[in-house]
Structure formats: C-alpha cells, structure tokens
C-alpha cells in the first residue's frame, strides 16, 4: 500500500492534466471571425481618413479664401469706378466735420421717371490718420422709387435702431447687421425720421418715406436726399454704398472676417458605461455604482472663418478635464472571536449534523470603503459650423459639430474586471473617440475687434476605448466663456 | 510541450489582434483552461463559460504578458481560477469558519486516489463546500500560499489554513467512503 500525502496526490493527478474541449466551439463562442470584429477595424479607419480630410479641406478653404478676400476688394474698385452717374466731389467734405451733413440731391427724386439707376457712394478714406477724407463715385440706382421692403448696404450692416413715429405709419423696420457700426444713417421722410446707426452689411427697410438722408458723421459726413413726393408706391432698388482702401478700417471691410477664439467652460456631466459583453455586466455595474462624475472643465483654441456673412465653420484643439469620484466598497474578514473563547461547534458532514464544543474564530465580514478622486483626460478637435445674426449691439449664434478625441488618459483607482481595486489600468484608457457637440449663445463686441461670448454648450462624448468589450461614453450640459479676436 | 517559440508567435499575432493567431491560442490552451475550470466549476457547461470568459479576458490582456516574468501557461492559469473564483464568489454563502486545532500533512492511502478516473477526482472536489474547494484546489494544485489565497478571496490567512484543513478532513471522508464501497464490491 502506497503511502502518501493527500494534497501531494491530487496535485499529482491534475499537474498538466489537459481536458478534452471542442476548441472550434470555443472559438465560435469567441466570435473571432466574427465579421463585425473585422469591420470595426475599417470603420475607425475610414472615420479617421474622413476626419482628417475633413481637416484639411476646413485648412485649405480658409488660407484660400484669405487670397480671394484680397481679390474681393479689387473687384469693389473696379466696380466703382465703372458707376458714376453722380458724382460727389471730395473737396466738397474736406472740411466737415463730423455730424455735418451734405445733401446729395438728384434732382430727378420728384419724379418717378427715374428708373434703372444705381446709387454707388464710394467713401474712400486715403489717410485716416492725416484726416483726409475722400468722397467719389455717388450715383444713384432708382427703379421708380421707394417702397416698403428692406434694402441692403452692401458695405453696411445694422447696429442699433431708434425711430420717432408721427403721423406716418411705419410699419416694418429691421435693420440687420454683421459687424462693425460705422456711421449713423438717417433715414427721414417729411413725417418719419430714422436714426440709426449702421454698420457696414446691414440691410434696412424702408416704409415709407419721401426723403433718403445717408450720413456719415465721423468721415466728414455725407447726407444722400431723394426726393419722392409722389412715390410711395414706387420701387426703389438696393442702395450699395462700398468703400475702398480703408486701411485703418480694414475690418469692416472684411466680408469673412476669421476669428481667433479663446474659450472655457464649465460642465456638469454624466457618464454611459456600456459592456458590450455580457460576462462584464457585473464589472460595469460596480463601476456604475462606485464611480461618480464631477464637474468638468473645458478650455480650448479655435479659429472660426464666416462663410458669407452669417454663417461659419471653426477648428481648433480642447483640452478636457472630467472630475469622477470612486467610492469603491469592498469587504474584509475581521476575527471577532478569537480561539481563546469556546464556542459550539456544529456542521454538516456526510448528512449527518455534528455537534460539538471547541475553539474557534468567529469571523465577519467587515465593509471597507475607499475614496478616490479620478479624472479623465481629453485634448480633442473640435469642428464646427455655425450661424451667426445680430440683434442689437449683441448677435446671437448657434453651432454644431463633431470633435474628436485624439487622446484620452485615465487618473485615479477603479474596479477592474477581475473586480479587485487597480490604479490607473492602462488597458482601461480609451484611446480614440467622437464626440458630437452644439452650443447657442451671445456674442458682445467688446471693440471692433475684440468680442465676448456667453454660450450654453451640450456634448457627448462616444470613446472607443482599447478594450472591447467596455465602451464609455459622456454627456456634459454647461456654460462657456470665450473671446473672439478679429485676425 | 508545446513550442514555447510557436506560443511566443502566437502571442505577437493576439497582440496584434490577428484572428489566426487567436484561434491558434484558444486551440493550444482550450484544454488546460478547461481542466483548470473544472476544478473549480462543478457544472461542465459553467465550466467551458469560464473558458470562454477566461479567454476573454486573456485576449483583451495579452498585452500585458511578460515572458520574462513567466511561462504562459502560469499566466493564463492565474486568469483562468481568478474568473472562476469570482464566479464562486457569486455562489458563496457566509458562513462562519471553524478554525480546527488540528494542522500538517497527514499520511494517507494514494492508491485509491490513482485507481480513481479523472472524473471521479474532479466529483471528489466537487464534494466539497465551495469555500474549501476554492482554498484546496487554490492550494493544494495550484500553489498559491495561503497568504495569496487570504488576499484573492478576501479572507484572512488563518481561515484560508482552517479551510484546507476541512476541505482535506472531508476530502479522507469521501475516500473512506468510497474505499469501504470498493471493498464491499470486491467481497461481494
């Protein structure tokens, strides 16, 4: 009879003891020629090839379309030389000053025969800083004459509005603006009179009247009539007012102005953790219940280049911080007896109950609770397209777009799969993600080329993360601060 | 043995996450895997979803082997028990230990254990209490010191001693049995 220990028998029956397993069932149980396990590869990188072209193509289109903002001008010059049906004179302004108003008056105004004119007011300032002052190029664009509608300064925009009604009606007045207010335009009739500050772009819209006063206080100032009597009725075209070589006013002059934006934000956030297998359902609930999510903080750098003069589309790189906290529970044996103490023993044994008296320790389990502050780490790229109008001194925007995530880290203590409390699993570190993004808000012009922005943004964040099984993704609902600088 | 040089391709191929290469790994160790699993699972079908869930986890973490640090097959075992011990702990009632006075390796008659089928090993094991199979399959096949076995079960290093000893005590009791039927068919 063989003598041996027990624990040395088992230990030699099952030492490289291999089983019989069908492995092509465990491999389709795996899933590994799964087709959508070959597909995800492709997916990520053709959404990265689009998102880079995307990129680029953004890149392109505003250092090409900074050329042909330089062309845009040339253009205006050579249409205003070409229109000059009445011309003003610039020695006639010389010496005004601002708020001094000339009056421009076709003389045809009183008749509705005028037709198929265009108004061009060419201001041209050659030297601000000299104080010289140049007026050329009016003429006057007159269908048959005025009627209610809005007509657009293509130079211009709309800024503020005040109005003084009488016995005339006015019935309609909107005056929409882009950017920079240039001069005040005064709009009058014998009983209307509109004073309104206009900025360069800006439609307005006429009710009626039978007296046009343009002016143009602080550039020696230009007052434009028309006199309509009878016309109220009639048409009356577009007025276009351009200007040309306004170095110090470059900015108005910019129809697609590119803005460098600094931003910050703050958020409150929420976090979708998503097994997509389900033997990690338990791992994803601990972590569910364990794992709290902070407030986050966003800055970031954009530039944002208008496309015609609402809309516009930005990129730029983020920076993202999510604050989590962990509250990992986990138990502990404590020994509340120790052996010192008798106790009645009593178990089960073949069936059979067996009662009897002896020491032992009397253990319980005993909750531990550990507190850990995390965070998650994102720099990102934002793209985004938007739209912009004025209201007011302020405009209003909205955007939308997609961000992606270039890199993501993770800080802090979690509850690994294996739930046992590991610090800062690579493995569990997404790596790449999307995320899509909208925000609306207001826009204050500090100065002409220097705005403030007050925005209520929405993100939520999809990240892939380099295990496959685990997917997380994050909701943020906060406010922003930014400044736009004029380039 | 298998050629640790083909483990190791197989192993920058998982790493790349080539399917060729994850198929090779589950066919080279399906069967370790599963004769570790079902020492610790006593349902067969439980046990081959160990597998599957052990080769899961070893598939996300290949990267994370060193060879220097060990055989593969050490490193994918300690994944395998650490599945099935969590999946144990799912199962396990509170119970309080009775930590005996009695310690050390008994002698004991082994020749029944080598008449036995790997089967009937694994329905010996089977016998016991989840928290003493854990501690002496832990133990006793795999090697973990009771110190290894106190911080992976959560216990203390005492419980995990008085465990094996139980789970040894009942263990000599089912062979006893078995034993005195052994001999009552060969009377008979």
Redesign the interface.
Known sequence: MRKNGLGSTFKDRFDGHVESIDADDMIARLNLDKEENKKRPFVFWLFGVVSRLLFIAAAVYIVSDIDMGSKNVVTRQQEISSGSEYVVENNEFENEKNNDIVSIESGEGQSKSIANETIVINNVIQNKAKNESQFSNVSTPIGNSLKNGNYFLETGGLATVSDEKSNNQIKEKNVISNNTMIDRFIFSSESIVLEESVKLESSINVTTNSTIDLVFPSINSIRMTLYNDNILEADFDPIIIKSTNCNSDEYRMNKQPILLEAYASVYSTNRELVSTSDIYNDHVAMRNSSEKQLESIQVGLAVSKFIGSRFYISAGLEYTHINEVATINYMNDTILVDDNYPVLLQYKANGDTITSFGSANVNSKVKHTLIEYNSQRLFSIPMNAGIQANVGNFSLFAEAGISLNVYQSFYGKMVDVDLAIVSSPSYFTPKLGIGYRTKFGLIYPLSQSLHLSVSANLQRTHSISDIDFVTQKYIMKGIGLGLKYQL | MINQKHIQEIISGCVK?N?AS??AL??EY???L??IC??YIKDTESA??M???S???I???I??YDARKGKVESWISTIAI??CI?AL??KRI?T????E?HSG???????I??Q?T?QE?YDL?HQLPIKYKEV?NL???DGYSHQEIGDLL???T??SR?RLFRA?A????K?E?IKKQESCVKTA
């Not at chain 2, 009942?170 to 009791?173: C, G, H, P």
Request: no cysteine.
């Open positions: 996450n399917p994850q198929r589950v066919r399906s069967g370790f599963y004769a079902r020492r081959k979803d597998v599957q869930e080769l899961i986890r598939l996300a973490k990267q994370m650490r599945t969590n702990k799912k509170t309080v230990d009775v930590d006075v390796e008994v002698q004991f008659d082994a020749g254990l080598q036995l790997m090993m094991i002496f133990h006793v096949i959560g216990v203390e005492a419980s008085t040894k009942m263990l000599r009791e062979i049995i």
